[in-house]
């Protein structure tokens, strides 16, 4: 789940918060180490502990996934995608994924996600 999660950061409809979450979850059950490991993690962890305490993501989050969605998808539509159905399916599903971050809690202020850099 994890290596699936950085995937998601790379390509563009793979999504990578969920694949995260499932990951913590199971860690969290089975191997208190790799859980440890997951929220020490500089990248991933604090995205993570905020969605775990308060279900919300930070606003660099959301901007830096709008980004990359709309550069893309973007440049699949314009460069890569020749059929037009498919052209209009992929900002249709764009436009779907922009609508959902941006309707997200915004993270409040919560103190920095704690790091246990002892069992990593």
Known sequence: MVGLGAVG???PLIPTTPFLLLAAACYAR???RFYDWLLANRI???TIWHWQESGSVALRTKVVAITLLVLTLGSSVVFFVPLWPV???LVAIGVWVIYFLVRLPMVPS???PPINRDSV
Do not use: D, N, V
Request: charged share 20%; proline share 13%.
């Open 110 to 112: 919560l103190p920095k």
């Open 87 to 89: 052209k209009i399916l």
């Open 44 to 46: 991933f962890g604090p």
């Open 9 to 11: 950061m790379i390509l």
């Open 30 to 32: 089975s191997s208190k």
